[in-house]
């Protein structure tokens, strides 16, 4: 099924009211970005799809059966997501091949995951990386390995924080290009947080903004309110589109 559902989903880490009583679903294949001003829930509602983050209300629903309400049910690894964090998260002391692999498991012989995980950067245009260490290459190549990891994991539900940190305008562009094939190649069901609007959205986009910890927008780009600043900002950068 490949979907994502939220009901009311509220978070109060150390206290603080994070999230409150956010409701959307996500189908199988969609690709959905989530926008928002700094601090307005987008990385704390990705941790708790992902199982990272309890909630203190409602619940969340991963391929219609129950993952997370007031207690995490289902364990992170049994969601079948993968998650591209926001900061790097390579081991320093192995190379980017071994990170890859790390994605892949110890199901297959060691030559062939070797070859399958170099085979993953290749996708992504990142095979010349694959015998270097991540203190050797620069913020975007480590992007790319880190995304390579998790794509080799073979998720059936792809869940990205900021995925162009460290970017320049060139690499930035081809990489969401060839995520949005990638998502359509495996049949993923994507949700991508972006921090802004980017020239590589597509206005037809379904879009998730959040502000303050609420959803106050699910829907086109193309249809956004008029009930913030931040949104009034949005309809003014899509018109450059």
Known sequence: MNSIECRGVTCRPAELVVLEGVSFALGAGEWAVMMGP???GKTTLLRAIAGL??????????????????????????????????????????????????????????AARRAEAVQ??????AAHLADKFPANISGGERRLA???RTLAARPSILLLDEPTTHLDVHLRDGLMRRLRELHAEL??????????????????????????????????????PQESDYTETLNREIKDL
Do not use: Y
Not at 76 to 85: A, D, M, N, S
Not at 212 to 223: Q, V, W
């Open 38 to 40: 700094s601090a307005s």
């Open 120 to 125: 993953w950067l290749e996708r992504l245009g």
């Open 146 to 148: 880190e995304l390579a």
């Open 53 to 110: 983050q309890p909630l203190a209300a409602g619940e969340i629903l991963i391929n219609g059966k129950p993952a997370s309400g007031r207690r995490i049910v289902m364990p992170p690894h049994e969601r079948g997501l993968g998650l591209l964090f926001q900061d790097a998260s390579l081991w320093p002391h192995l190379s980017v091949r071994a990170n890859v692999e790390l994605g892949l498991g110890r199901i297959r012989p060691g």
């Open 187 to 224: 049949g993923l069901t994507t949700l991508c947080v972006t921090h802004e609007v980017e020239r590589w959205l597509n206005p037809a986009d379904r879009a998730l903004i959040l502000e303050a910890g609420r959803l106050i927008h699910d829907g086109s780009l193309n249809a956004l």
